[in-house]
Structure formats: structure tokens, C-alpha cells
């Protein structure tokens, strides 16, 4: 393949984890984006608030019998996560394994959330 043969408008995404053997040439020639989570049980809340739209926070497509618990539940589900991502900087300290816990897991759990709620 030659030089020219490529878009000028091509972009290639990559995710990884740090790596001694990741090529250098790589890290030399990209930007390079790292998203971490903010400090603070607070700020973790804040921002795991931010982003559910307010029609998910108000439990708009449930029943209303079950809005006063979603609130309280989505409310202590957001706590638990973002205490969770905090006690990481505690390393091994108090955990027997260590695991990432990240956006995903928050998404999933709420999703499961929402599931069991509307479907009782």
C-alpha cells in the first residue's frame, strides 16, 4: 500500500491499557484522549446525574405506583457506583480482587433496574 493510497480524512480509534510493549511510534505520532472519572463521591454523583435525561430520572414510562421507589432506588444505585469508583484509589486495600468497575456496569445495573420495576 502506498502513502498516497490512504484517505486524508481517515481515523482510526484506539482503546487500550498501558502496555510495555505497546509501539512507541504509535504514541508518538496521535493524540491522545484519556477520560477518567472526577474525584469525589459528589462529583461522580453529579455527573452520573447529568448524563440520565430527566425523563429517566422521573420514572416517566413506569407505573406511578412505583415512581416514589424508582427515585429512592436509582438515588442509592448512583451512590453505590460512584462510591465504588472512589474506593479504587484504594487499590487492593479492603478488596479482595480488584475490578474496573466503569460507565458500563452503571448502565447495565440501572438498565436491570428499570426491567425489574416495570415488569413487577
Known amino acids: 500500500m502506498n502513502k498516497n493510497d490512504v484517505d486524508d480524512r481517515f481515523r482510526l480509534w484506539l482503546s487500550t491499557n498501558p502496555h510495555p510493549q505497546f509501539p512507541i511510534s504509535i504514541l508518538q505520532r ?25 425523563k429517566e430520572i422521573e420514572g416517566e414510562k413506569m407505573d406511578p405506583q412505583f415512581k416514589p421507589f424508582y427515585k ?40 436491570i433496574l428499570q426491567i425489574y420495576i416495570t415488569h413487577t
Do not use: Q, V
Open 30 to 54: 496521535c493524540l491522545k484522549i484519556t477520560t477518567e472519572p472526577p474525584k469525589g463521591l459528589k462529583a461522580n454523583m453529579l455527573r452520573l446525574y447529568t448524563n440520565l435525561p430527566n
Open 72 to 111: 429512592r432506588i436509582l438515588f442509592s444505585l448512583c451512590w453505590y457506583h460512584a462510591l465504588i469508583i472512589e474506593r479504587k484509589r484504594f487499590k487492593t486495600l479492603g478488596w479482595n480482587i480488584i475490578y474496573d468497575f466503569n460507565d458500563s456496569d452503571w448502565d447495565t445495573a440501572n438498565n
